[in-house]
């Protein structure tokens, strides 16, 4: 059954993942740390540069769907005031994020801190994206 969707909450909530990653993953937060994780060059930050607007409305259109999905789970949880929203975003986080999330660590050999990083930002993203979608939506 799908429950109605309110666009405004989804859209509103699609722009706060892009606002979340776009200070998460600046340089003075997480982002040089993040970069040597992955080992970013000077040549390829300057062809992500290129890429960035399709990447940021890659990241904007991904996070609309995971606002439409908790919209969803927001309506059976029966998410409606602030402390069971974060208790959806935390449950769905280690659930469906954290496992792989964790996979890069234990197959290619991935530092933990790469894990904490990206952990760190979809956790606050989902917390935000739930809250949105449980009180408003």
Known sequence: ?????????????GLTAVVIGSVWYAPF?????WM????????SAERAKKL????????????MVLAWVLTQFAAVWGAVT???ALELGFWIWLGFMVPPL???VLWEQKKVTYF???????????????TIVSLWG
């Open 52 to 63: 960035m607007p399709f990447m940021i409305l890659a990241g904007f259109v991904f996070a």
């Open 1 to 13: 059954m799908i429950f109605d969707i309110h666009f405004v909450t989804v859209l509103m909530s």
């Open 36 to 43: 040597q994780h992955i080992q970013m060059t000077p040549q």
């Open 29 to 33: 937060v997480f982002g040089n740390i």
């Open 102 to 104: 964790l996979a890069p």
């Open 116 to 130: 904490a990083i990206n952990a760190g930002y979809w956790l606050l993203t989902t917390l935000a994206i739930a």
């Open 82 to 84: 602030l402390g069971s």
